[in-house]
């Protein structure tokens, strides 16, 4: 038995709003509740409703960049930069830029639906 796993076929998550998720592990990839690693792509122009996640998550933008609006604060991160957001945290996501915005996400425990409060 290996004591690793190399992921060859990420989860896609359907989306409907153009952003591109791959979740490599986590819940809906291999039912791991503790952590979840996501490769994303946010195209220009999106934007997701202001959110309280209860999970603690990290982004790295790996090209363009990110906007985040944490508790009334605008953060802008550009390529090479990272940022973590503390759980229970009033936060908002978005890309009002030109480009695309590439990037990871790592959520702990796991992304989920149940563990995000939208508003």
């Not at 792509?41 to 202001?50: I, K, N, V």
């Not at 940022?83 to 695309?100: A, G, H």
């Not at 959520?107 to 639906?113: I, N």
Request: charged residues 20%.
């Amino acid at each position: 038995m290996k004591n690793y796993t190399v992921q060859n076929s990420p989860f896609v998550v359907p989306t409907t709003d153009g952003k591109t998720i791959k979740e490599h592990f986590g819940l809906a990839t291999d039912g791991n509740s503790q952590l979840s690693i996501a490769h994303m792509t946010a195209p220009p122009g999106w934007s997701e409703p202001f959110q309280t996640p209860e999970f603690d998550e990290y982004t790295f933008i790996i090209k363009g960049q990110k906007q985040f609006i944490i508790e009334n604060e605008v953060v802008i991160l550009k390529a090479g930069q990272s940022i973590k957001i503390n759980k229970n945290v009033r936060v908002q996501y978005s890309n009002p830029f030109t480009e695309p915005c590439e990037y990871l996400a790592i959520c702990l425990p796991a992304f989920s639906m149940d563990l995000v409060n939208r508003e």
